[in-house]
């Protein structure tokens, strides 16, 4: 059974850093791209980060490319997302997700290519 489990959620400041981490279990995730989508309050969900399979390539949504960072650890079965400079508006609820293929634009970045999903964690951001 595909288990994602996410933490490092909590509440920050403005211009504050944050870590998010994903252990995942129960399957071979380093053939997969993974991925962070969030969630905000009275939002659609939507694509921050994906990663290739093997590391190589990384995606970020445009708001947010320059401050997150994407990476993972095969060996460990673990994805992480370091925010930097966070803002009021990436307060959501975030998720680790798999996706159905390796590597690619469309099945690292679009949310339909995403398989399974954690539970998520709060981020908010204080002004």
């Known amino acids: 059974q595909v288990q994602l489990v996410e933490s490092g959620g909590g509440l920050v400041q403005a211009g504050a850093s944050l870590r998010v981490s994903c252990a995942a279990s129960?399957?071979?995730?380093?053939?997969?791209?993974m991925g962070w989508l969030r969630q905000a309050p009275g939002k659609e969900r939507e694509f921050v980060a994906g990663?290739?399979?093997?590391?190589?390539?990384?995606y970020y949504a445009d708001s947010v490319k320059g401050r997150f960072t994407i990476s993972r650890d095969n060996a460990k079965n673990t994805v992480h997302l370091q925010m930097n400079s966070l803002k009021p508006e990436d307060t959501a609820v975030y998720y680790c997700?798999?996706?159905?293929?390796?590597?690619?634009?469309?099945?690292?970045?679009?949310?339909?290519?995403?398989?399974?999903w954690g539970q998520g964690t709060q981020v908010t951001v204080s002004s």
């Open positions: 129960g399957g071979t995730f380093s053939s997969y791209c």
């Open positions: 990663i290739a399979s093997n590391g190589r390539s990384t």
């Open positions: 997700a798999v996706s159905s293929s390796y590597s690619g634009r469309s099945y690292c970045t679009e949310e339909n290519e995403y398989t399974y």
